[in-house]
């Protein structure tokens, strides 16, 4: 299947500091790209949307000012928290999609485990 | 109400025994139906998806059940590989966005 890589995979910094995790689909042209967050115990939450090379769609509750998302190319796309603070704590995963159909499969990176001291 | 329910468990369950568990969603307009397996710190991965006539892949079998809204998964013959948490997944009609359940955490004990 499809490869999807994120990196980092882990990262740890401290609280007032930007992180950027970067995305990027391996074999294949990704014309959607999706953030999700995941708290322990909890289900996935899609953060956004991202279509290349316009702006991404954010769910409700998800400040775009904070979580800047950047999808520049068919094959990467961005992920900046900015000023993190210790809520932010969370592991991000991407996932893309090889068309602009809904039907689409989605292939998932690896996610980013990050945590803000 | 969650659109999509799951019991969290943990299901405890001996090595060789089946298991099933349910999954209750709210949207009566879901089309697409999926069951993900994700592993601790991992990402989550597509296990198989659910027809409407429903489907076997192996050991594992997926019914929907469309009048009362709710799909399910079984494992035949379960294996200490099988540990992990199953998570359900919607798709509404024409939707990009995949709605999650916070999964079920199913543990085999030899």
């Known amino acids: 299947g499809a490869v999807v890589s994120q990196h980092p995979s882990r990262v740890i910094c401290k609280s007032g500091t930007s992180v950027k995790i970067e995305c990027r689909s391996l074999?294949?042209?990704?014309?959607?790209m999706f953030w999700y967050r995941q708290f322990p115990k909890q289900s996935l939450m899609l953060m956004a949307t991202?279509?290349?090379?316009?702006?991404?769609?954010?769910e409700q509750g998800v400040e775009k000012d904070k979580f800047l998302i950047n999808h520049a190319s068919l094959t990467l796309s961005t992920l900046t928290v900015t000023s993190a603070h210790p809520e932010d704590s969370s592991f991000y995963i991407c996932?893309?999609?090889?068309?602009?159909?809904?039907?689409?499969?989605?292939?998932f990176g690896p996610g980013t485990r990050l945590t803000v001291l | 109400r969650k659109e999509v329910e799951q019991d969290p468990g943990p299901f405890n369950v001996p090595e060789g025994a089946t298991v099933a568990f349910n999954c209750t969603y709210s949207?009566?307009?879901?089309?697409?139906f999926f069951w993900y397996r994700q592993d601790c710190r991992k990402e989550p991965k597509l296990l198989m998806s659910?027809?409407?006539?429903?489907n076997e892949d192996g050991r594992f079998t997926a019914q929907l059940n469309r009048a009362s809204q709710y799909i399910s998964l079984l494992i035949r013959d379960s294996k200490l590989s099988d540990s992990a948490t199953y998570l359900c997944?919607?798709?509404?009609?024409?939707?990009?966005?995949?709605?999650w359940g916070a999964g079920t955490k199913l543990i085999i004990k030899p």
């Open positions: 996932s893309a999609s090889d068309g602009r159909h809904s039907t689409d499969t989605q292939y």
């Open positions: 949207n009566s307009a879901s089309q697409s």
């Open positions: 074999d294949f042209q990704a014309t959607t």
């Open positions: 997944v919607v798709k509404a009609y024409a939707a990009y966005q995949l709605i």
């Open positions: 659910v027809y409407s006539s429903g």
């Open positions: 991202s279509n290349e090379g316009s702006k991404a769609t954010y």
